[in-house]
T-cell receptor
Framework: GAVVSQHPSRVICKSGTSVKIECRSL??????MFWYRQFPKQSLMLMAT?????????EQGVEKDKFLINHASLTLSTLTVTSAHPEDSSFYIC??????????????FGPGTRLTVL | AQSVTQLDSQVPVFEEAPVELRCNYS??????LFWYVQYPNQGLQLLLK??????LVKGINGFEAEFNKSQTSFHLRKPSVHISDTAEYFC????????????FGTGTRLKVLA
């Protein structure tokens, strides 16, 4: 149980276009979802935390208008990279949890999405 | 605030040899500790976690880790590695109360040589 999927797994787009990445919890209702960004050979950096039905909380230094996060339902969160540029190329990973997901609210990670902006 | 340090960015080791991947953390509050493995172009898979109780934690794939509070360490060990263990390993911490945020270390690339 506790499976998280992401779509697409890979996406290539032209500079200036917008790209939407979906994160779905397949067998549970995710009250909270997280979006991470990972540069090559580096660690995961938390971008934002989203709770279902409310606005996302962004980490310091993350542009809210560039990385739009929507958590409209308990099984789906989307990350839209607006007006993408080559420096936005990265591996984006989401995770999800729910209240009472064990007493430490374990996060379950998706397989990631590789974004390449040409 | 918490921080995690993984001192070794890369660890080469021969197949069937033992390995230890080091993790040290800093925190002013109690934390939970985790080790994750990441294979190329994939997400994270939980290897093991320390929540409370016994300081020696056993995980999947023959890995284990020991929580040392006085040294603020949570080193990962395996007595005999396989080629298939080649991957990136991340140590992470999370405060036991308040935020759900995980803080990750910079990762250690384990390369198992034939």
């Amino acid at each position: 149980g506790a499976v998280v999927s992401q779509h697409p797994s890979r996406v290539i787009c032209k500079s200036g276009t917008s790209v939407k990445i979906e994160c779905r919890s397949l067998d549970f209702q995710a009250t909270t979802m997280f979006w991470y960004r990972q540069f090559p050979k580096q660690s995961l950096m938390l971008m934002a935390t989203s709770n279902e039905g409310s606005k996302a909380t962004y980490e310091q230094g993350v542009e809210k208008d560039k990385f739009l996060i929507n958590h409209a339902s308990l099984t789906l969160s989307t990350l839209t990279v607006t007006s993408a540029h080559p420096e936005d190329s990265s591996f984006y990973i989401c995770s999800a949890t729910w209240t009472q997901a064990s007493h430490y609210n374990e996060q379950f990670f998706g397989p990631g999405t590789r974004l390449t902006v040409l | 605030a918490q921080s995690v340090t993984q001192l070794d960015s890369q660890v080469p080791v021969f197949e069937e040899a033992p390995v230890e991947l080091r993790c040290n953390y800093s925190s002013s509050v109690s934390v939970y500790l985790f080790w994750y493995v990441q294979y190329p172009n994939q997400g994270l898979q939980l290897l093991l976690k320390y929540l409370s109780g016994s300081t020696l934690v056993k995980g999947i794939n023959g890995f284990e880790a020991e929580f040392n509070k006085s040294q603020t360490s949570f080193h990962l060990r395996k007595p005999s590695v396989h080629i298939s263990d080649t991957a990136e390993y991340f140590c992470a911490v999370r405060a036991t109360s308040g935020t759900y945020k995980y803080i990750f270390g910079t990762g250690t690339r384990l390369k198992v040589l034939a």
